[in-house]
Structure formats: C-alpha cells, structure tokens
C-alpha cells in the first residue's frame, strides 16, 4: 500500500483505527475530534470522495454524511468518475432523478406512485 505525502502529516497516525470504523450506533465523536485539529482533513476528505470510501470517518465526515455531502455537491458518481446509472421504472430511479434535479421520467414517476400508494396501504410495493 502507498502512503500518499499528505499522509504523513495527517493526526491519526498512531491512532487506534477502531475510533475511525465505530460499531453501529457507537459514536464518531472521538475521530471526529481528531480530524477538527487535522492539518491535512480537506485531503483526507477529498481522498475518500474520489475512492468512494463508504466506511468509516474520513476528513471529519462520516460515511452518511460523505452521502449527504456528495448529493448537495453534485457528486453522484461511482469511483472512476462515471455517473451512476438511473434504474428506470423504479422508486429509487424516481429519487435519483430528483437528486439530480431532474424531472423523473413518466416510468419512475409511475414506480414512485405505486411505491408510495402500496406503502400507505402497508402493502408489498413491488
């Protein structure tokens, strides 16, 4: 494995990597405060959005809020930089036409109907 340059100025090293890779529901608090005194934290975060890092903390963000992030900037893109495709006549088609701000397209807009029309009704919404 190559250890990137910005690497060796980052605050973790040395640090037990559990902190960084919590159990679910356990807190992020303690990586979290590590990363806030991190000189290298922009970095660190720009690494793990480009590698599509799903787990754990890095640069301060955790893998939810790496998702939220990625949505509100525009960077809906697998690793690689390809955009993730759209599967149409779905529920989840119609939510990524909306988080693209897209219109959804009449098949995505119809699973999204149905989906919302057989959870109300606490049916099956395939």
């Known amino acids: 494995m190559t250890i990137l340059r910005w690497q ?12 960084f890779f919590p159990e679910s529901g356990d807190p992020v608090g303690p990586a979290k405060a590590l990363c806030r005194a991190c000189p290298v934290r922009e970095q660190c975060l720009a690494d793990a959005l480009e590698r599509g890092e799903v787990h754990g903390v890095w640069g301060g963000l955790s893998a939810k809020e790496r998702r939220k992030y990625r949505r509100q900037h525009g960077l809906l ?12 006549g779905t529920n989840g088609g119609y939510h990524a036409h909306r988080r693209r701000g897209q219109q959804p397209c009449d098949a995505c807009s119809q699973a999204h109907i149905r989906y ?4 109300r009704e606490g049916g099956d919404a395939a």
């Open 116 to 119: 919302e029309r057989a959870r």
């Open 77 to 88: 893109r697998k690793p690689g930089g390809q955009p993730q495709p759209i599967n149409h």
């Open 8 to 19: 060796d100025s980052a605050a973790c090293i040395g640090a037990d990597t559990a902190i």
